[in-house]
């Protein structure tokens, strides 16, 4: 490409390439134009350079440290494709700035809690509407299976398989798609769900499972506002590093949970991570490692099994 061309034009090009290879880059493609058009504003129109990267990187001066390295870190893959066109492109070192990412501690739910939850939903007004046993039923299916808010959402009619008791999980996150089996329990709560779903809106004009009130597949900004009056409802405070409780956090809960039903049968844990990495949806086990939360109740069962570890007893 010629070294004229605008810092613009080649951030176009590459986000085209990558998506044409099924990765959807929309926060990523948001932050590397928002870096092309600080180039291109300070009449740069060469390569890509570590000083460069530096100056957009802390351009924001509100923006935390971890935000820098973030920055570089959405930085450094556009720099290694530049790099195969010219070899002048210079390649933000990794953690250069500190790392990119920060584990905040997950609010991780009670059972009595998610008890409540599914009670105040099913209160939502209007009481003759369907609105409170779609978000019962939705945030139930959540805490129940681990799966993504996305997920639950985008789930269709024909996604719903309630004789075999499988949903299918269609191009979630990393463009994956999944079966997921459920419980008797769940698949009876869904059928229950789908009755009274077609009988209040039977002129419904959507494919979605989860339907709103109006006849309409859920809106994510719409399920978050609702989890978040349910939660002010319920007096929730945060026992983790987030400002609140969040719908997410469902899902690191029943990962815990699923780890310490395995701890208490004395399963092997790699064979458990690995069953639950898949169930889940991850891409790697790795992922999956980054949900485990040391509750009271996992760490002192890890605690009386390492203890039987070192006395010799491998039951």
């Known amino acids: 490409m010629n070294r004229a061309a605008s810092m613009i034009s080649q951030v176009e090009q590459y986000l085209a390439f990558r998506r044409r290879l099924g990765f959807q880059l929309s926060s990523e493609g948001s932050q590397l134009l928002a870096f092309a ?14 000083d460069l990267a530096l100056r957009w990187a802390r351009s924001s001066e509100r923006a ?16 290694r494709y530049r790099l195969q066109f010219d070899p002048a492109t210079e390649v933000p070192p990794l953690h250069l700035l500190g790392p990119a990412h920060r584990r905040q501690v997950p609010h991780i739910y009670t059972a009595k809690e998610i008890a409540s939850l599914l009670e105040a939903a099913n209160a ?5 509407g369907l609105r409170p046993v779609t978000y019962q039923t939705l945030f139930g299916l959540i805490a129940a299976t681990g799966l993504r808010v996305s997920e639950a959402r985008s789930l269709t009619r024909a996604d719903v398989d309630l004789t075999g008791g499988v949903l299918t999980v269609r191009n979630s996150k990393f463009r994956k798609s999944r079966l997921v089996p459920l419980h008797a329990t769940s698949v009876r709560v869904l059928q229950r ?25 859920l809106d994510k900004r719409t399920v978050q506002y609702t989890f978040a009056k349910l939660r002010q409802q319920l007096g929730w405070r945060a026992r983790g590093g987030h400002p609140a409780p969040r719908v997410h956090d469902l899902r690191h809960t029943f990962i815990c949970q699923a780890l310490l039903r395995g701890y208490r049968k004395r399963r092997a844990l790699g064979h458990d991570l690995g069953a639950l990495s898949t169930y889940v949806g991850h891409a790697k086990v790795t992922y999956t490692y980054w949900y485990v939360t040391g509750i009271p109740e996992l760490m002192a069962l890890a605690a009386r099994r390492f203890e039987r570890f070192a006395h010799g007893d491998s039951q």
């Open 37 to 50: 058009r600080f180039v291109d504003a300070s009449g740069h129109r060469g390569p890509i350079t570590l």
């Open 124 to 128: 939502l007004s209007p009481k003759d």
């Open 64 to 79: 935390k440290p971890i935000t820098w390295a973030h920055r570089l870190a959405v930085l450094r893959p556009f720099a």
């Open 193 to 217: 769900y789908a009755e009274i779903r077609d009988r209040k809106a039977p002129w419904a004009q959507t494919t979605a499972f989860f339907v709103s009130d109006r006849g309409k597949a």
